[in-house]
């Protein structure tokens, strides 16, 4: 009986991650390339000397090249910030000329539909 309800709960799990997962791609086009996903905006300086500032942060959800793209194109969108995304890792290196808050960084990758954990300033 112990063992049935583990299985169910593991069954339960999957089927809600699997539906998260679903609403996402419906919803912003994730690994699939729709909508504005393919939308890239490089940092016109890439002189790693003129940010002062960095941040690193722990981005969830990401799942492909096309999750990368999106959220180092909003990143970069904001003035005096190149952002790069190491996917293995699931993190976004943030490099600012200008101190950005932390909330402002957070409310960026949500709104290109992903999840922020931990952020640590350099």
Excluded: Q
């Amino acid at each position: 009986m112990p063992g049935n309800i583990v299985v169910g709960i593991l069954v339960l799990a999957a089927v809600v991650f699997a539906l998260r997962s679903m609403k996402k791609r419906a919803e912003s086009g994730c690994c699939g390339g729709g909508g504005d996903c393919c939308r890239v905006v490089k940092a016109e300086d890439t002189d790693s000397s003129h940010y002062p500032y960095s941040a690193v942060m722990e981005v969830s959800d990401m799942h492909c090249g096309n999750c990368r793209t999106r959220v180092e194109s909003a990143l970069n969108s904001l003035p005096g910030v190149w952002a790069s995304v190491d996917l293995g890792k699931k993190e976004a290196l943030v490099r600012m000329k200008e101190v950005l808050t932390e909330d402002r960084l957070r409310e960026t990758v949500k709104k290109a539909g992903y999840g922020v954990g931990r952020v640590e300033f350099r």
